[in-house]
């Protein structure tokens, strides 16, 4: 050798690019060159994997990519120089028998890394939502740790364990496939088996591991770690499959416990995304989820908040599950202008979502005031006996609570009273407002609590002035309000059988 080597730093990358390359480009290696190479070649690629790995789950796919096409150029020479060295005559059988080694260790690396590289382009293409370009990526890293496994080199149990796992991985997309069609079911189904495979993917693993002792040492970790964080993944996106079919089932209960799962695991994915010092990607991708699931959360709480007659506690599960969404799109809007994913977020679902919630607990909350009132006023209301007697016509009883078939003078009405019709010179009339002032106040929440419209409000402004007047004792005004009430309000009168309030609004609308 015209130059002495280089030495290289097994921490330092450069140096052992610097170092490999060396020997790469000599002609031809004895037994030390060749030992040395091969160290040195197996450092680096070793960096270089850990690497290609890390970008990955950083969702640098660009870049994992770009460094699996490095470890795969480091093999394919490796490959060629052992082939080239073994056809030198006078090998020793030592010598011989450690380049067929190495020769059958490279052949398996570049299958791997091959396999690994369409594991990675299915993953990017699950996350832009494109699941048949996924599902095409996945059966080509399939093949490859199928051919991998069928051989008789070193990493034959890594290609065996990469196999299973992207059959794994195949129905984990088929339930996130399952919960974009609305199938939750079907989704939890999925997952439950891809929960059960990566489950047992690990304990052989671990067992494999074992056995292999250091050989193959960082294909196993890097295996034994892409497990773990799939089945954490999986058990977090399996709860949040739970949370979505029990809310579709009317199960908001249960859809809480399982939002309370789904969150937890959400938040150890997020925490360790820390801990491991992950990209500003990978981060801001796992709070978009974390955000996401809390949203749902929260508006699940507010679904059983108002079947529990909570109504306070609804509209603020519902601000929270708002303020947890708009997060969520934010992040999804970064994201998406980052290239991690490729649909803008729609966020007009969840605001109709959190809008019918609303709408559904001011709806039960009028319900369960008409009832309250209903069965408070009931025994009231079927003593109270109004006639219409003298000049002009008489009250009669009819199928709903009463007829007026005469023109009532008279606008006064008490517990037990009797409302006479007669003629301008009518008498002794009494004047207990006391008990339309209560049933007014009555008929004003309920209305406060149903309005929508702007006439619907206005109808709420005149009981409420029709209600004051009457506390006090202002007939004329009571009577003047209650006639801008309208059939609104006499017909939720009718509803609440507050006989007073409908008797006088029916009066003061000439009805």
Known sequence: MSSPPPMSNPDDMDSLVVEVAYYEN???LDRDDFDRYVRAEATLENMISAEAARRQKDFGFAEAEELLDQFLALNTSQRDIAERERARPGLDDDYRRQLDYIGAATAGNILLAEGQQHANRAEQRRLASDYDSAEKHLREAMRCFAQLARSDVPLQPVGELRYTLSEATGQMMAGLAHMRAGDFKGAYQSLDRTHVAFDELLAQAEEEHARAGDANDPQFEELRRDLADSMRYVQAVQSFAEVLREAQNGNYRDAVVSGQEAVAHFERIVAE??????????HSLFEMELARVNGWLSWVSGELA??????????EH?????????????????????????????????????????RRCDRELAFRMEIDALNAKLTHSNRIEIQAVGQGGNAMPSSSNFN????????????????ESATANQANASTDLRELTRQLAD??????????????????????????????????????????????????????ALAAATAAIKLAMGA
């Open 404 to 419: 007026f078939n005469a023109p009532v003078s008279s606008n006064i009405i008490g517990n037990e009273a009797r409302i």
């Open 306 to 315: 108002v079947d529990e007659g909570r109504w306070a506690a609804c509209r």
């Open 443 to 496: 008929l004003r929440e309920v209305l406060a609590g149903a309005a929508r419209t702007p006439q619907e409000r206005e109808t709420v402004e005149a009981v409420t002035a029709a209600h004051e007047a009457a506390g006090r004792n202002d007939e004329e005004a009571t009577r003047t309000n209650l006639a801008r009430a309208g059939k609104w309000a006499l017909g939720v009168a009718e509803q609440l």
């Open 273 to 282: 995304a820390v801990a491991r010092q992950a990209s500003r990607n990978a």
């Open 26 to 28: 000599l002609g031809s």
């Open 318 to 358: 519902i601000r929270a599950a708002r303020g947890h969404w708009n997060r969520a799109a934010r992040a999804a809007t970064r994201n998406f202008y980052m290239g991690i994913i490729a649909q803008r977020p729609e966020d007009g679902n969840t605001d109709m979502l959190l809008q019918s919630t609303l």
